[in-house]
């Protein structure tokens, strides 16, 4: 093990996290206001960072204006969804909810290929590519500042939940919605805000993370590595999926970049530690490290 590497890996695991934790943040919210677990999540980050490509290279806009661009879009895409596709599903099995996430999933691939193309693309870099020096450690500024973003729209959303009416409505709708109609609350309106909230953090994810690593359809796997995230964390928990984002991605990092023997590090390890740990979360706890334990009486 490379051990002198240890806080290095660590600084940029933590970094990355950052993101996957945003993109965590999505899909608790969709499940607590819905009880929908959104496996489209990862489709919706792509189609956001596709719409800001596009706005970009076709439009002319400035990045930053493109960045906005594809945010509201992408939120009204998630509104689109909702009252499309999801909300003739009130009422019936949560399996035919999953299966219909599992089919928007493919056509939100199909609609992408079909409009945007295949192939990959560059997105313009958001951020300056100079490393950022502190003491031994070398970060990218880019990965920096991307943290800095997620960190900033968690705690926007932090504020959302405790001080705003629409928050506190999505936070009792997710204890109760029958308790929440009967107090005059909309449930089907708070699911609607939630998928526009859903579509807003997946656009910011799919920006940040394609202009680090590139866009490719490959941005919507990453979702996968989010799933894990709000697992550990707790399908319920805010707070859970942040911790969960950073823990899966120091894991990920330091399971990449710290074995020193070259025939261990071409096994990838960094890919397959995300689904380890889920795999392990689910066996030894099933509600995640914050998630609620729900008694129903018979």
Do not use: C
Not at 101 to 122: E, H, M, N
Not at 196 to 202: F, Q, R, T
């Amino acid at each position: 093990m490379n051990w002198e590497l240890f806080p290095q890996f660590f600084a940029t695991g933590l970094l990355t996290g950052g993101v996957y934790a945003l993109v965590a943040l999505g899909l608790v919210l969709v499940y607590k206001s819905s009880r929908i677990f959104n496996f489209a999540q990862g489709h919706l980050m792509m189609v956001g960072a596709f719409i800001a490509w596009w706005f970009v290279e076709n439009l002319g806009l400035d990045v930053w204006v493109a960045f906005g661009a594809a945010i509201a879009a992408t939120a009204l895409l998630g509104l689109g969804v909702e009252r499309v596709a999801l909300r003739p599903l009130i009422g019936q099995p949560i399996l035919a909810t999953i299966m219909m996430t599992l089919a928007l999933s493919q056509v939100l691939q199909g609609a992408t290929i079909l409009l945007f193309g295949a192939s990959d693309r560059a997105l313009p870099n958001l951020f300056p590519l100079q490393p950022v020096i502190i003491g031994d450690l070398r970060l990218k500024l880019n990965l920096v500042m991307a943290f800095l973003v997620a960190m900033l729209g968690y705690l926007s959303f932090v504020v959302f939940f405790r001080f705003t009416k629409a928050g506190l409505a999505m936070r009792a709708a997710a204890e109760d919605h029958q308790l929440a109609q009967s107090v005059g609350l909309s449930v089907p309106r708070i699911f609607g805000l939630a998928w526009m909230i859903a579509g807003l953090v997946a656009a910011i994810g799919g920006v940040l993370l394609a202009s680090i690593s590139g866009l490719s359809l490959v941005v919507s796997l990453i979702a996968l590595k989010a799933f894990a995230a709000v697992l550990f964390g707790g399908l319920e928990s805010v707070p859970g999926a942040i911790i969960g984002g950073l823990t899966v991605g120091v894991i990920e990092s330091l399971a990449a970049g710290l074995p020193a023997d070259p025939a261990i590090r071409a096994l990838n390890l960094g890919e397959i530690a995300p689904y380890i740990l889920l795999l392990l979360v689910l066996f030894v706890r099933p509600d995640g490290l914050f998630g609620l334990k729900r008694i129903e009486r018979i």
